[in-house]
């Protein structure tokens, strides 16, 4: 059981800005990156776009594997513009 948190433009395609997910413990990052885009179709649109952190650390969306503990946060971060 791990914490989402959605940021930006990611809460808005969601709607939340928070969920927890059932997802095993050992994980590669692109399946948990699947994961929470099975729940949120319209993530694929900014797939390209996010920065993904586990436990407040960035991760690249690839095969490196994860070992999540109960209640680890995973943020997701899309490209912030300022003005």
Request: proline letters at 0%; glycine letters at 0%.
């Given at each position: 059981m791990?914490?989402?948190?959605?940021?930006?433009?990611?809460?808005e395609i969601t709607g939340?800005?928070?969920?927890?997910?059932?997802v095993p413990q050992e994980i590669k990052a692109l399946q948990l990156w699947?994961?929470?885009?099975?729940r949120h179709r319209g993530l694929a649109d900014i797939r390209n776009q996010v920065i993904f952190a586990v436990r407040q650390e960035y991760v690249e969306l690839g095969d490196q594997l994860l070992l999540l503990q109960p209640g680890d946060e995973i943020a997701i971060i899309p490209p912030i513009s300022g003005g």
């Open positions: 791990v914490e989402v948190l959605y940021f930006a433009k990611s809460a939340v800005h928070s969920e927890t997910i059932f699947k994961e929470i885009e099975n």
